[in-house]
């Protein structure tokens, strides 16, 4: 019974493989990728939901009777109805359908953050934030004269969540903080940060890009007030991203986009505005893209979350174990509580040296930095390798991985 139940916990990966086409095609038979953080693979199931509506049902959603336009409705709206099970929402209504986790923070951004804030209130980020988590709030600091406060990165890779106390004040509106880091694999305790912020009463935007793909979310249970992510980074296509908010507040936002598909009633010289989610969906929607993660969710959910985050603990434990043993490597992040994103460093050779070395092998990995500046000037370096793991990813591979870091060292030893 318990050899059973552990075999049927256990993600099987070569099955999982196989649902993925960019891996049984010929040129790509040697090809180990590892840069799942920047875009995951796109499974058969993906695919084929993108071109079954291509092929049998293109139409525009929402304004025909026609049966090809009430399919392609219901496809839409039945992927934002998987997406709000899936992240545990009260509502679906509380889904709003954008570009990606960029688009869907500089929604709140402009919808909630122009509108709202002040001069003199302040914005709590962290020191981890991707970009796309860093420069709207900048923008919106600038425009309203808000002050951004930053939660510190300690040197282990986490955050200083013992500084809260100090750094919420009666003036913090917002705080916006990253799930996990796309650099340093951290997983944050979202849930401390949201329940102190509640009591100064400020709302908690989480940007879950890096989380998502990885663990089980419940928005609900986390009590984040927005919540977002992306669709390519968790097997859906891409151009496909989710702003979750709760209800009320997605209700006293503004609009960001204003046309088409957004309204309620139009006169001529005003206009109001549709319930949600339509009052956030101006225009003609990605539509093919919304059914493609709404299967993308199906795979990942029958293939179970709780089974792809042990997958993922195992990968992580076993290539941080390799790469502990090895004193010519540092590996950027902490020991635990981390993500199969592993940035790293071989000493002497330059980042984009090693990710060039690791294609030469047919290992996709990263170089860069990532989109987290803040990180590269805390660490005081410009650039990292970065190898990020999923459920495709096999303990083989990590092998691979581990063999490549040693033979780049004897390759590049001429030049050290
Ligand atoms: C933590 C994090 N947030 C936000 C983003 C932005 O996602 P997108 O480019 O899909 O909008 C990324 C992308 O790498 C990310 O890693």
């Not at 010929?26 to 995951?40: G, M, R």
């Not at 949201?194 to 890096?210: N, P, R, S, T």
């Not at 505005?273 to 029958?302: H, R, S």
């Not at 592993?342 to 000493?347: C, G, N, V």
């Amino acid at each position: 019974m318990a050899i059973a139940e552990s075999i049927e916990d256990k993600l099987d990966v070569v099955q999982v493989r196989k649902h993925f086409p960019i891996f049984s095609y010929p040129e790509n038979a040697e090809l180990i990728y590892l840069d799942s953080a920047a875009t995951t693979q796109r499974p058969t199931k993906v695919l084929d939901a993108i071109r079954h509506f291509n092929e049998e049902y293109n139409s525009n959603i929402h304004r025909s009777a026609y049966k090809l336009a009430e399919k392609a409705t219901a496809g839409y709206e039945c992927a934002r109805l998987l997406i709000a099970q899936f992240i545990g929402a009260a509502h679906s209504h509380e889904i709003i359908f954008t570009r990606g986790a960029t688009e869907a923070i500089n929604f709140v951004m402009r919808g909630w953050g122009e509108k709202f804030l002040k001069p003199g209130d302040e914005i709590l980020l962290s020191e981890m934030e991707h970009h796309s988590n860093l420069v709207p709030w900048q923008v919106a600091a600038q425009k309203s004269g808000a002050k951004l406060q930053f939660i510190p990165l300690d040197d282990s890779g986490e955050l200083e969540l013992g500084k809260l106390d100090d750094l919420l004040t009666e003036r913090t509106r917002l705080v916006a903080v990253t799930h996990a880091s796309n650099v340093l694999g951290t997983r944050v305790d979202v849930k401390r940060i949201i329940d102190a912020a509640h009591e100064m009463k400020a709302l908690v935007l989480v940007d879950g890009a890096q989380h998502v793909p990885h663990s089980p979310v419940n928005v609900q249970d986390l009590d984040a007030d927005f919540y977002v992510f992306s669709g390519h980074k968790m097997l859906g296509p891409m151009g496909i991203g989710i702003l979750y908010g709760k209800e009320a507040l997605l209700d006293a936002m503004d609009p960001v986009l204003y046309g088409g598909s957004m309204i309620d009633d139009v006169g001529y010289y005003e206009s109001t505005w549709a319930k949600l989610p339509w009052k956030f969906e101006a225009g003609t929607q990605n539509i093919p893209a919304v059914i493609g993660l709404g299967a993308a969710i199906e795979l990942l959910e029958e293939w179970g979350m709780r089974r792809i985050e042990k997958h993922d603990r195992m990968l992580t434990g076993y290539v941080l174990q390799q790469l502990e043993q090895l004193d010519f490597v540092t590996v950027f992040g902490p020991k635990e509580h981390r993500n199969p994103v592993i940035s790293f460093a071989i000493q002497g050779i330059h980042a984009h040296d090693i990710a060039t070395f690791f294609d030469s092998r047919n290992i996709a990995i990263r170089s860069g930095h990532h989109c987290a500046k803040l990180i590269m000037k805390k660490l005081n370096i410009s650039a990292t390798a970065r190898a990020s793991f999923y459920l495709y990813n096999t303990t083989e591979h990590v092998d691979l991985f581990v063999d490549a870091i040693h033979k780049a060292r004897g390759y590049f030893a001429r030049w050290i």
